[in-house]
């Protein structure tokens, strides 16, 4: 199957932020028309919603929205003009130690089972942001990363999606050298509690996830230069990489594994999981 296979897919279920950043890393596309798409879900307070975060529906600022903006921003290099209003705005949600919520108290709008809002801060998606905004100078930055160090250091359980989001934080951070073994010790619990797809093991499906829903190894090194890399054998990992393949749908695309609340999240997400499944195997230097 083709890259214009995955074009075509994108051409009729994904958003045109998503078509946008299909061009700009798979064809001749520049940042800025993925730039002006996503203005569009940005607010005045600097932060994003208009589901930009396609579990979240409402119009108001969250912080998974703001997360997915600053990658995008990152991935066509246009993050330096946005990221101090959007670090302003994460201060402003922030709780006491620096840390954002999963969700904030928003209008009566709709939003998956998991979106529970609070005004507390938790270490997903703190550490996502903390990561993803790593190399920005602003005081809510350093302070996200004084939350996050210790957090994920003392870590004796969690879930894959928690995981993930500290894998991120390290990929980021400075410190190389506590970044890699911080990293080690995370790919001993994910390996420990079997919070991976290994081969014919399912692993152990953490609560509030689906079956379908436990990460390859693939998902927690998207790339072969990724800190979790070396948690799995080339073996585990081109197996993870050829389950990838096989999960692309007949019509050139891939969608998402975990729960379907509401009929159009499944075409809002299938465009951001296409995309990272062509960025996952392009790195891996698999056949698009």
Known sequence: MSITAAETFLFTHARLLDRRRFAFLFGSGDAEPVVRALDAYRNPDGGYGHALEPDGRGADSQPLAALTAVSVLREVGALDAFAPAIADHLAKISDADGAVPFAVPAGEYPHSPWWQASTEGALLPTANLAGALADVDHPWVARAADYCWPRIEALTSSHPYEVRGCLE?????????????????????????????????????????????????????????????????????AESLDALTAERGADGGWRPRWLIWTPVVEHEWSGPVTIEALKTLRAYGREL
């Open 169 to 237: 934080f390290l990929e980021g951070a400075p410190d190389r050298t506590r970044a890699r073994a911080a990293a080690d010790r995370l790919g001993e619990l994910v390996r420990s509690s079997r919070m991976v797809r290994l081969g014919s093991d399912m692993g152990e499906t953490p609560q509030g996830y689906t079956v379908a829903e436990l990460p390859y190894p693939h998902e927690y090194a998207p790339t072969p230069n990724s800190l979790a890399a070396s948690w799995f054998s080339a073996a585990e990992m």
